[in-house]
């Protein structure tokens, strides 16, 4: 026994003795224990944190605590910062941001419903921090609004409750979205939320940071402390209840279950995963706001890749050997030779070193902590002289070929590129090229190696060399040759840049043009390290190269036997959707003439129907499983009744209800839709009802079954919608505005052109005047042409007008006018955000009578959602925008397509629900759709449907969101 108690012992010491102990590393928090941060406090607990070898101090934020000075003094090794964390760079102790979680900061104004925007805020008590007032993104909504701190009536210091606005104290109160706005929402009183984010700007916020030091030190770790946390919030979303039940009785009992859980579903809102990968950091934006702080105080020489932190980076910083490191300490340097024009793979320009090369040579050097220095030469030749006399220690881009092997080792390759042939652009398209080498003389660059190819391969004289790309070309141009040879790439670039309509691609040959690094032949460890380097290139940095630089069109003969079969096919297929389409033209005549005969009787049963669908949907935030006022009826006799619902009808006793039958409070118009589903229809549904004095008060009801005293009762739930209607009203007018703003920028683009020529015009006639050469008839024309351009500003000026009137009045119009209506408007910033609108009319003169001002506001704010999804998924392509006119059946089809890729399939059945956006928070505010759904199915009485489609399009294959708007025929 106490020789197993001795084994035992000796067993635990070993356990110990040998065990790795964990590094200690500490995080300041900038605010209390709360879901927040439950993805470090997840991390921390289920030991994620532990498996890297990390033991982490997570501190709670106190009175005391000041996060950026406690990182830049070493007290903490890593922070939780807000947007403002750049305003704090010191070139000293340079901070970089390692990681962002919330892609919109929750930190918003909340203020009294009739405060609508920060306009309003003047003479206003607010509650807020001094951080927040200077330095936060609500600082930034203040500027944009030249709102001054002497402005409010009254500053009163942040205690960070939701209180005193509550009770009223306060007009005012800045809080976040995921903490103060579970007890204001709580407290059920009317409230506006007023979010940086719905105007333009870039809001985000929980950011971890560090000093530079200390991510130099060990970038690896950096990493794998990223990767732990993101695993956390993984985790943490997965599992809320039981993170929220680990904080709430381990961390903090500040904020009850029922505060955290709305929490966590609120900051899952602000990190919107399903959307950006967890952790990731969007360097536009970064960019954006480190542009405005250099126009500020900050360094202006201050980049995105000083402050971000590049997880890829140093991922395969652990690839050289320490032979290769010993090597590359003593090297110091290592000099490059380029081709200096041979965009876009590389170019000098001005005297830097731009081009796909030098986006690898940046990774390269921020793996070998070696400067990587460009040795300028003005050729290609020139270039490799420099390697011969060991000048440079690399070639950044080289073909392998016999020759050069006697001079340069190379590596493997890193870039591959076909070669192809550029014509002038009346030559046909070359299918074999084989046929054209030897009989046609074609232009290749001095010493590349597609000519030593042509020459071994093909047994090619007919070559003529030039010195560059640009005489090459201009070669072609000019008929001194057939051809000019290059890769694919590099005259892509060229052609798309300067010889768009001269020149284009008519062949391609089988080869590959193969791009390794030249390294110079007396330097095995060199060649060795670029191997390396290249083998564990990140697949996903190069596609993003290439993403960035690399945009080519490739011209392609007609294939006329695939041709015919599609125009056969295309037959086939018309003959048989004529026969189909008489057949339901048939039926469409009989079932006419039925709809003709129940159209008069039905009118009113469709009128009360519409009422009863109201947009109940778009309301369920504000109504919670309780209603406010309650009737317990028997037999539509009122048996009992709450306070509410006394003070609802504008009684004062409960007694003066009791008794009375209930369908007495209806009214009128709408009491037969009401008994006919008051009791048998299980979902909520609008109705009118009369209080005792007669006024109509607009609710919703819902009605459920229960026993009462051994009797079948009905329990009524109803609350009054009088306040949200008006909300509905005032959320349409802000629909309004924001489509007017768009509209202006519109009409300030169609201005430029009738302007230029009114002022072209005049000066042109004011100079014939002095100088007396001039002709009446001459005099007529600079004047007709004048007036032209005059009715073209005045019927800009009209199409606004009658855009900006609030009347609501139907009017007959054809479905040709809608399309001048909408083409008018938007096919100015269309162009000039290289759109191409596709206008399909299949009805012409069709007419139908309904509210044209607010169905132009909703199918421009379509084309607008349409050219934001254009520029945000499909900069690189052909961009275009199908407006198709058809009718179907009773209705007139409006079909606004775009070729952008369509809506991501788990977000596309919200994308009509109020505040959501497919945009990034900066650039939406989810209001458009929401009030272009309203407008066609409530106000216009007509149908929306979104859906993503796959078409054609000129023999390619386009993918986009489809709106089709149904507008009834009368």
Not at 369 to 376: A, D, E, K, N, S
Request: positive net charge; glycine residues 4%.
């Amino acid at each position: 026994m106490k020789i197993n108690k001795l084994l035992l012992i000796l067993l635990l010491f070993y356990s110990t003795l040998f065990s790795k102990e964990l590094e200690k590393i500490s995080l300041q928090l900038n605010w209390k224990y709360q879901f927040e941060f439950a993805g470090f406090i997840t991390a921390y607990e289920k030991g994620y944190y532990k498996d890297i070898g990390l033991d982490v101090d997570i501190r709670e934020f106190t009175k005391d605590t000041n996060v950026i000075d406690d990182v830049t003094n070493k007290k903490a090794d890593f922070g939780i910062f807000d947007l403002s964390l750049f305003e704090y760079y010191n070139d000293k102790k340079p901070l970089m941001l390692l990681a962002n979680y919330m892609k919109r900061s929750g930190l918003v104004f909340v203020t009294k419903q009739d405060i609508i925007t920060p306009y309003d805020f003047k003479n206003k008590v607010i509650m807020a921090s001094k951080n927040e007032l200077e330095k936060s993104i609500l600082s930034e909504l203040l500027k944009k609004f030249s709102i001054k701190k002497s402005d409010f009536k009254k500053i009163e210091p942040h205690h960070f409750s939701s209180e005193d606005f509550i009770n009223g104290k306060v007009d005012i109160i800045t809080a976040y979205l995921s903490n103060e706005l579970y007890e204001i929402k709580k407290s059920k009183i009317p409230y506006n939320i007023i979010d940086p984010s719905n105007y333009d700007l870039a809001t985000f916020s929980l950011n971890l940071f560090a000093l530079k030091s200390t991510v130099d030190k060990n970038p690896e770790e950096i990493r794998k402390f990223i990767d732990a946390t993101d695993k956390g919030w993984e985790y943490a979303f997965a599992h809320k209840k039981e993170v929220v039940d680990i904080i709430y009785n381990k961390y903090s009992k500040l904020k009850s279950k029922d505060a955290l859980l709305f929490e966590a579903n609120e900051v899952e809102k602000l990190m919107m995963p399903n959307i950006y990968a967890i952790g990731s950091i969007r360097n536009e934006f970064i960019g954006i706001i480190l542009k405005k702080l250099v126009n500020s105080n900050l360094n202006k020489n201050i980049t995105v890749k000083d402050i971000v932190f590049k997880r890829n980076y140093y991922k395969k910083s652990d690839i050289l050997s320490t032979k290769n490191r010993e090597y590359l300490q003593n090297k110091k340097k290592i000099n490059v030779c380029i081709d200096p024009n041979w965009m876009p793979l590389e170019k000098i320009q001005n005297g830097r070193y731009v081009g796909i090369s030098r986006e690898y040579m940046d990774y390269f050097q921020s793996i070998l902590h070696v400067p990587i220095t460009l040795v300028p030469t003005n050729s290609w030749s020139k270039s490799l002289e420099k390697l011969k006399e060991k000048k440079c220690d690399i070639l950044s881009l080289a073909m392998d070929t016999k020759d050069k092997e006697r001079y340069i080792n190379f590596t493997k390759p890193y870039i591959s590129s076909n070669f192809v042939i550029v014509t002038k652009s009346d030559q046909l398209f070359v299918p074999d090229v084989k046929k054209i080498i030897g009989k046609r003389k074609l232009a290749v660059v001095k010493n590349y190696a597609i000519t030593d190819i042509l020459k071994e391969k093909y047994n090619s004289n007919n070559i003529i060399e030039v010195n560059s790309i640009d005489e090459g070309l201009e070669k072609v141009l000019s008929g001194e040759v057939y051809g000019y040879i290059d890769c694919l790439s590099v005259v892509g670039y060229k052609i798309q840049k300067e010889y768009t309509s001269e020149l284009k691609i008519v062949g391609k040959f089988d080869e590959a043009l193969n791009l390794s690094i030249g390294v110079r032949k007396d330097d095995l460890e060199l060649l060795e390290i670029f191997n390396k380097l290249i083998e564990n290139f990140p697949e996903d940095k190069k596609q993003e190269i290439l993403n960035k630089w690399v945009n080519i069109k490739f011209d392609k003969g007609i294939d006329y036997s695939l041709l015919w079969k599609v125009i056969i096919g295309f037959l086939v297929i018309i003959l048989l959707l004529s026969y189909r389409q008489k057949e339901l033209i048939n039926k469409n005549k009989k079932i006419e003439e039925q709809k003709n005969r129940l159209r008069e009787s039905n009118n009113q049963f469709k009128r009360i129907q519409k009422e009863l669908k109201q947009t109940l949907k778009s309301f369920e935030m504000l109504i919670s499983s309780t209603m406010d006022s309650i009737f317990v009826i028997e037999k539509n006799i009122c048996i009992d009744i709450n306070e509410n619902a006394i003070a609802l009808l504008g009684y004062k006793e409960k007694k003066e209800l009791i008794g009375k039958n209930i369908l007495n409070y209806l009214e009128n118009s709408s009491r037969r839709e009401v008994i006919k589903n008051l009791y048998i229809k299980d979902e909520p549904f609008e109705i009118n009802i009369r209080d005792k004095d007669n006024n109509i008060i607009p609710s919703l009801i819902k009605v459920k079954t229960t026993t009462s005293e051994g009797k079948s009762v009905y329990v009524i739930s109803l609350i009054d919608l009088r306040e949200i209607k008006e909300k509905e009203m005032l959320f349409f007018k802000q629909s309004k505005m924001a489509a007017m703003g768009e509209m202006i920028g519109n009409i300030a683009h169609q201005w430029r052109q009738p302007l230029s020529v009114i002022s072209a015009v005049s000066t042109g006639l004011k100079l014939k005047l002095m100088v007396g050469k001039y002709d009446e008839e001459d005099i007529i024309s600079s004047l007709d042409s004048m007036n032209e351009s005059a009715q073209y500003l005045s019927q800009t000026i009209d199409d606004f007008r009658n855009f900006y009137k609030s009347d609501k009045e139907k009017t007959w119009v054809t479905s040709n006018f809608i399309i001048d209506k909408n083409k008018n408007l938007i096919i100015s910033t269309l162009k000039d955000n290289g759109i191409t609108l596709v206008v399909n009319n299949k009805c012409e003169n069709l007419e139908i009578d309904t509210y044209l001002n607010e169905l132009i506001q909703a199918t421009v704010n379509i084309f607008n959602n349409a050219k934001d999804a254009l520029n945000l998924n499909n900069q690189n392509k052909n961009k275009f925008i199908f407006f198709d006119v058809f009718q179907e059946d009773k209705y007139l089809v409006l079909s606004i397509k775009d070729n952008a890729g369509g809506i991501p399939k788990d977000i596309i059945d919200k994308v009509f629900e109020p505040y959501f956006t497919t945009k990034h928070k900066s650039n939406g505010t989810g209001i458009g759709l929401y009030m272009t759904h309203q407008i066609i199915e409530n106000h216009i009485n007509g149908k929306i449907e979104l859906r993503n489609e796959k078409y054609e399009w000129e023999n390619k294959t386009y993918k986009g969101a489809n709106f089709l708007i149904y507008l009834p025929i009368l």
